[in-house]
């Protein structure tokens, strides 16, 4: 079974600095998807920026970007410029490949962004 | 280009009670997604519903079914509710056509549950 594991329960970063959201997985697949959502207080699950494994470029997003690192099976999200309303809950999500698994998504524990003016 | 709506937004029920929640597609999906949110926690997989059918189920007992309607749109009912399905429900839909690769689910804002 797949995992997601979200290190940090809580980060904080001043206005306009940069931060780095961290996430590792466990897979034994070799295709699949990952994912960055936000969730803000509103509670509307948003989705950040998205990594397909069998690309070797890192995703960017305009301020987000990811460093994908597919043999330590990692996955950070990078927000530069940050700023007051990137404050939330930020999920990691994995998506197997396989037709076997669906849609499911396996997310992590989450990381609550704080960002101080 | 509507999004993902749900509804009701809360809902609050006893132990022992049945409940219906919804949820209307973002407009050209086909899928639909639920999860269940505790209370600090990452949503967890419910199930799937692609073509009016259950398409994947994660770790939920059967009294947590679901339908698929004509237009996409679908229910989610859990019967003989405990305190712990107290969560956040939310749903998603995307588009699956041909294979799966490209396709990336679009959440509703959830509607909370309350078992008391």
């Known amino acids: 079974a797949q995992t997601v594991t979200q290190s940090q329960p809580e980060m904080s970063v001043q206005e306009a600095e940069t931060v780095t959201l961290s996430c590792t997985y466990d897979?034994?697949?070799?295709?699949?998807?990952l994912f960055w959502y936000k969730q803000p207080p509103s509670r509307q699950m948003i989705l950040v920026i998205r990594?397909?494994?069998?690309?070797?470029q890192n995703a960017t997003e305009n301020r987000f970007s990811v460093n994908f690192q597919k043999a330590a099976k990692s996955f950070s999200l990078k927000i530069s410029d940050s700023q007051l309303g990137d404050a939330a809950m930020y999920f990691c999500?994995?998506?197997?490949?396989?037709?076997?698994?669906?849609?499911?998504?396996?997310f992590g524990a989450g990381t609550i962004l704080r960002v101080k003016s | 280009e509507t999004g993902v709506t749900q509804s009701p937004t809360h809902l609050i029920k006893t132990r022992g009670q049945q409940v219906t929640l919804r949820c209307s597609s973002q407009?050209?999906?086909?899928?639909v997604s639920w999860y269940q949110q505790a209370l600090g926690q990452g949503p967890q997989f419910i199930f799937q519903?692609?073509?009016?059918?259950?398409?994947g189920r994660g770790n939920f007992p059967p009294r947590f079914s679901g339908l698929q309607f004509p237009n996409y749109s679908s229910e989610l009912n859990v019967n003989a509710l405990e305190l712990d399905d107290s969560a956040l429900y939310l749903c998603?839909?995307?588009?699956?056509?041909?294979?799966?690769?490209?396709?990336?689910?679009?959440f509703g804002p959830g509607t909370r549950l309350l078992v008391l």
């Open positions: 999500a994995y998506r197997s490949a396989s037709a076997e698994y669906g849609n499911k998504l396996v």
């Open positions: 998603a839909s995307s588009l699956v056509s041909g294979g799966i690769r490209r396709e990336t689910q679009y």
């Open positions: 519903y692609y073509r009016e059918e259950e398409n």
């Open positions: 407009s050209g999906h086909n899928t």
């Open positions: 897979t034994s697949e070799s295709d699949y998807y």
């Open positions: 990594q397909e494994a069998y690309k070797q």
